[in-house]
């Protein structure tokens, strides 16, 4: 699932840990204002295999990540294709990654592979074909002759093949010095995404979609002669994604739509192994909820990788991996899936073991996990870059924080670390508030209202009517609260969330935030200039003053109005876009613009009192006033991050979060002065 709100990101994420220093806060008690950044992701990027040659030397490739906050609609993550490719290596079993310097520009790396800690090749997109001789210190691009994607390599000591897109087939006879096309016409211009030998003359091909995309698109081929001819073994509906043979007879492969098949005679026959799956997880596990009509544990298989006959592992989507001790009979959640939902849960691409105890498994979100149990418990060797979209300081300990792919993160220690809790839902966050330390809400897209009464230790869906994004979430009292989101939707509940009732808005876009100041008197910001006003508890939304001021101007409906915040019924405040900062001391009678000094996207805005307020946007930005905003101040940050939510439980304490996983703490710490 992905990111999906808000805005566009563009620019390069600075990955910094670092405490800096702004301006004085309160000079006639030598102290100062500092942001800590306490969380960060690793890497901004969709990691699509991993490869170990032994239990300290491993490879990574991938592609970077531009993420893509929309306007509220179900949109995905974007992979850049204009950024260098990803390859990473780590020398001590993944307790530290480097980057190596791949020198390919615009094309994903899809696989890796090393014959020694020294020879190495990774293939991607746009024909790439990159070699290594000293560990990936450096890389060779060698020729191909193609332009054609390539997703798989396998190779031997003097013989190798690559498969891609259009029936892409190339063979290597001097040990991966050069590669040469050959004929792929057996394939008939079907996409090739695995190829796999266990010796000169025996291998398979599997593939993932035809020329018109119709009837069968996976299929599986074989050859016995080393490449010379190629007969078909098994056409399926589903594409196929990953195969792995022991020997000439043993062999699985898996692919969408949990597809798992199986064979003991060479690939004569084949065995659906998750041939009525579905009722067998439902009978045992019991069907959850919140996948809808999703089946089983996942729709697609993306990897699988065997140690021996007996032990193997799969990787897909809903961050699940799958093991058998069985040859593969049966086949046990191990993470991920209905089943042992973790928060955030990304694809997971590629999955690599090296015995029956160690092995790593990568994906998207910059996602790297190491297991030393062969899988009882996985590890994180990254902080993941997902996006978080909401903050909420309960206490000066203990707060909340919600994102992207159902993430919802705790902390009891003032910040410094966060744990993930179970949210049971793959959805997309927007918002989140608490009443209490124990109870809150969380909304998502498709209509997703969770509720906590115990600190989140477990989350229930409320019952909603509605299947639109839902992007804010005010309570003005343990029964009393309202959420705002897509397509102009509002719904409220006066008991507590146990019914949500659709509220008319009058507009028909999508709604960014809302705010209360009382049970009857409510304010929700949106886009083409939108700040809708209530006086009776929604019953009846109107356009506001600013709203029609804005209207007026020459580009009022491009304007965006991001959030709202009200100290008092009377003075209140409106952020959006191009740095805009709106002002009432009147209850909204009349707006005044206030100077931000920036043309910065303006994202959250939070006050302590009528004169001290945050604001947080694009590319790292706070803005702090102790003025009631007549005077706003850069406070440093040294990223470029951004930040889309702030959140203060006291003056000198607080968190905002964003982009990349990124959560900076707020602290006010006593700072020496210079003595003569």
């Excluded at 990111?3 to 102290?31: E, H, P």
Aim: net charge negative; hydrophobic share 35%; proline share 2%.
């Amino acid at each position: 699932m992905s990111v999906k709100y808000f805005l566009r990101i563009i620019g390069k994420l600075q990955i910094v840990a670092i405490l800096f220093s702004i301006g004085c806060a309160d000079t006639s008690q030598n102290v100062r204002g500092v942001w800590k950044t306490v969380r960060e992701g690793d890497w901004s990027a969709r990691l699509n295999d991993v490869h170990f040659i032994s239990e300290t030397h491993g490879w990574a490739v991938g592609n970077p990540a531009e993420f893509v906050i929309g306007h509220g609609q179900r949109t995905s993550p974007t992979y850049t294709e204009g950024g260098e490719s990803i390859i990473l290596h780590t020398a001590n079993g993944g307790q530290k990654w480097n980057k190596q310097d791949s020198g390919i520009f615009g094309k994903p790396l899809r696989k890796v592979y090393f014959r020694s800690k020294t020879e190495g090749w990774c293939i991607g997109d746009g024909g790439t074909l990159l070699r290594t001789t000293d560990g990936g210190q450096t890389w060779k691009q060698l020729k191909t002759d193609t332009e054609n994607n390539l997703y798989d390599i396998t190779m031997n000591s003097s013989g190798g093949w690559i498969v891609g897109d259009w029936a892409t087939l190339l063979r290597t006879t001097d040990g991966g010095q050069t590669f040469e096309k050959v004929d792929g016409s057996a394939f008939e211009e079907k996409s090739l995404r695995g190829v796999y030998f266990v010796d000169d003359t025996h291998g398979w091909i599997i593939t993932y979609s035809t020329p018109h995309g119709e009837g069968d698109i996976g299929h599986i081929y074989r050859t016995t002669d080393g490449g010379k001819t190629w007969g078909q073994q098994l056409a399926t509906k589903p594409s196929l994604f990953s195969l792995h043979f022991i020997d000439r007879l043993t062999g699985w492969v898996v692919g969408d739509r949990r597809s798992l098949y199986a064979t003991t005679d060479g690939g004569k026959t084949w065995e659906f192994l998750t041939h009525g799956s579905e009722q067998r997880h439902k009978s045992e596990y019991g069907q959850p909820t919140y996948l809808g009509k999703e089946p089983l544990h996942t729709f697609t298989l993306y990897d699988l990788d065997f140690v021996d006959k007996q032990h193997g592992w799969i990787a897909g989507d809903l961050g699940v991996i799958l093991y058998t001790n069985s040859s593969g009979k049966q086949w046990k959640h191990q993470r991920g899936g209905p089943r042992f939902h973790n928060s955030a849960d990304p694809v997971l691409l590629g999955i690599d073991f090296i015995s029956k105890d160690l092995g790593w498994a990568v994906g998207e979100d910059g996602t790297i996990l190491h297991t030393r149990n062969g899988g009882l418990t996985w590890e994180s060797q990254s902080n993941p870059t997902y996006l978080l979209f909401d903050v909420y300081a309960v206490s000066e300990n203990k707060g909340y924080i919600v994102g992207d792919r159902g993430a919802i993160l705790q902390t009891d220690d003032g910040g410094t670390t966060w744990q993930a809790q179970d949210s049971r839902t793959p959805e997309c966050f927007g918002s989140t508030y608490f009443v209490s330390q124990q109870k809150g809400w969380a909304v998502a897209e498709a209509g997703v209202i969770l509720h906590t009464t115990n600190g989140g230790i477990v989350w229930e869906q409320q019952p909603t009517d509605t299947k639109q994004d839902l992007l804010a979430v005010f309570f003005i009292d343990a029964e009393t609260g309202w959420c705002a989101g897509s397509a102009g939707e509002i719904l409220h509940t006066a008991d507590g969330g146990k019914r949500w009732i659709s509220q008319q808005s009058g507009v028909p876009h999508n709604l960014f935030d809302i705010h209360f100041t009382s049970k009857r008197e409510g304010w929700a910001t949106g886009i083409f200039g939108t700040l809708l006003h209530t006086v009776d508890g929604g019953k009846r939304w109107q356009l506001s003053k600013l709203s029609q001021h804005l209207a007026k101007l020459d580009r009022g409906n491009n304007i965006w109005l991001k959030a709202v915040y009200f100290v008092s019924p009377q003075i209140g405040w409106v952020v959006g876009e191009d740095g805009l900062i709106f002002h009432t001391n009147d209850g909204g009678k009349s707006w005044s613009r206030q100077n931000s000094y920036t043309q910065n996207f303006l994202y959250d805005l939070f006050f302590i009192n009528e004169t001290e307020g945050w604001v947080v946007g694009k590319n790292g930005l706070v803005l702090h006033t102790e003025d009631g905003g007549k005077n706003w101040r850069p406070q440093r940050t040294y990223t470029q991050t951004d930040l889309t939510a702030i959140h203060m439980s006291t003056p000198h304490n607080g968190w905002a979060v964003g982009q990349g996983g990124t959560i900076l703490k707020y602290e006010v710490v006593r700072v020496k002065t210079a003595t003569k």
